[in-house]
């Protein structure tokens, strides 16, 4: 990918915000201060940051329930996503959504959705609405190796590339759906092989290189912009923490965790070469994470010093025209 | 204005088009639309006028309402064909969890302005798998607005209020009221959704029900008549919300309710109209509510079976008879 030293430079700083809002977020959890579930995808950072590198605001994106780095990677704000993670009124949601269900439609996110697969269905009528508008919008569909199971996958993508709609599929492959291996569970072996049959393009790429996500999803939205049709692209990726906080794991070693932290950890990969090339100095890379850490705590501070909705306020929302 | 003799189906294509002609945001999606305009030649002369925004899709029902839930969340207004109400059990997540949940959850952030038109009912020998009436699962399910029409006019009027909605609204047209004719004025305008209408007025026993039973209880107060008994008919029209005030002020007067549905009985809307009505209105009653529906058995094809199965106008007699001897 092609890019100034300054997009570089901007790609690591959103990776980083990511790590930090996750790590912040399981600490927050712990402290009792973050009720019910939170599933975390660190570890998964350049998949999902180079995936949503050359979106505009105006595309949209749904995301799942591992989704606040898709959230944050396409410029969704920190504090209000740590005030839903708290259940308060400042939240995107108005406390009513929580970490599963976060959605700035004003950015293009059509929202995480919990159930799993939940989301492709809904982005054929937003790609259907796109031919319709006749606008040059693009639509991506984050999901995971275990959803490419769900019938909506099948229904989703045949009916985009029937439609030739502007859809890219983002697998992030993270080699386990909640406590199943993917590779007893994927007939083929292969996510983005299964475009083949929808006669689309489909890649696989290594999830932990910012720069090849980039570079392949970019292709696939350009493709998708101009009128070309849906695209998958699969990332191979790996998540270090459990499928929800609390998860004891008992279906993968702490080896295996270790190993992709200390081989292939994308932060670590991209900010080696950053100072590698020169673009960044040790110094200056360290102090990203100090700011970034400042930025994070005063977010969550923010969720923190905001109210609690009233009881009553669990009446309001459901329609337009009660 | 000019009133006309309309078909039901008539009456929903009329709708359908000045809609359209109307809101460039407004588009038709299932399956076979084109060709046969709909099954029930509900969108007959449509394609040819919207050829962009009637589109056939492949038979992939969770995708098509999936499909309108996403459009009508990016400035759209879709409707939805569902072929069948019996097909809605394919899309059940698309319905309950996405469609029902999407505003609320988010906190207000989108509205999604959303028809999903099926027709249901039994009576045409379609057995098990076609002639379901599943309005209770709906209206069970907190963001869905849910309409049962039954005459010509109020099909149009419903319909044109359900596109303009905001909120996502589950319309139900019973199969063989599509050639059921009635008087539609040429500018027949919205029919608000959630008020009902009594279609007889009656002083001895108020007969609360919706789309084609509506039919039947006309016919079966027709006949009360001649015995003495004034039966009161009200035709709730929309479900939720419920026009809960016109019952209310029925069995103030008449003392005595027989709710009449075609879905079967246990757990069927029936089962909530009595409960409330003994709630509420526990003092004004002089007997218990008593619920006429169909057996609980899935609908049988052999159509003797099948004529069992359904509530008949006997049974409404018999359930009149039951509430008034108390």
Known sequence: MNISNDEKIALLKKMILIRLFEEKTESLFYEKLIPGFVHLSIGQEASTVGSCASLRTDDYIISTHRGHAHILAKGAEPKYMFAECFGRTTGYCKGKGGSMHIADFSKGILGANGVVGGGFPIMVGAGLSIKLRKTDQVGMVFFGDGASNRGTFHEAVNMAAVFNLPIVYVCENNRWASTSPAEKMVAGGSIAGRARSYGIPGYSVDGSKVLDVMDAVTEAIERARSGKGPTIVETETYRYKGHFEGDRQKYRTQDEIHNYRITRDPIDRFETLLVDEGVLTKESAAAIWEETKVFIEEAAQFGLDSPFPEPEDALNDLFVNP | ?326
């Open chain 2, 1 to 326: 204005m000019a009133v006309r003799e309309l078909s039901c189906s008539l009456a929903m294509a009329e709708a359908l088009k000045e809609e359209m002609e109307r809101d460039e945001t407004i588009f038709i999606l299932g399956e076979d639309l084109n060709t046969h305009g709909g099954i029930f030649g509900q969108f007959r002369g449509l394609p040819k006028l919207f050829p962009e925004r009637i589109i056939d899709t492949p038979i992939s029902e969770t995708s098509i309402v999936g499909a309108g839930v996403g459009a009508a969340l990016t400035g759209m207004r879709p409707i939805i064909d569902m072929h069948f109400a019996d097909f809605v059990t394919t899309a059940m997540d698309e319905i309950v969890n996405q469609m029902a949940k999407i505003r609320y959850m988010f906190g207000g952030q989108a509205s999604l302005p959303l028809v999903l038109w099926a027709p249901d009912g039994g009576g045409i020998n379609a057995a098990a798998q076609h002639s379901q009436c599943l309005e209770s699962w709906m209206v069970h399910v907190p963001g869905l607005k849910v309409v049962v029409p039954f005459e010509p006019a109020d099909v149009k009027g419903l319909l044109i209020a359900a596109i303009r909605d905001p909120d996502p609204v589950i319309f139900f047209q019973h199969k063989r009221l599509f050639n059921w004719t009635g008087p539609v004025t040429e500018d027949q305008g919205i029919i608000p959704l959630g008020k009902g209408i009594v279609r007889r007025p009656g002083t001895d026993v108020t007969l609360i029900t919706y789309s084609r039973m509506t039919y039947e209880c006309m016919e079966a107060a027709r006949e009360l008549a001649k015995k003495g008994v004034q039966a009161e008919v009200i035709d709730l029209r929309t479900l939720s919300p419920l026009d809960f005030d016109l019952i209310v002020e029925s069995i103030k007067k008449t003392r005595h309710a027989v709710v009449v549905h075609e879905a079967c009985r246990t757990g069927g809307f029936g089962s909530e109209l009595s409960a409330r009505v003994s709630e509420e209105l526990f003092d004004h009653l002089d007997g218990p509510v008593v619920r006429v529906a169909a057996k609980d058995v899935p609908m049988p094809f052999s159509p003797v079976m099948e004529k069992f199965v359904l509530p008949q106008i006997t049974d409404i007699f018999a359930a009149v008879d039951t509430v008034l001897k108390r």
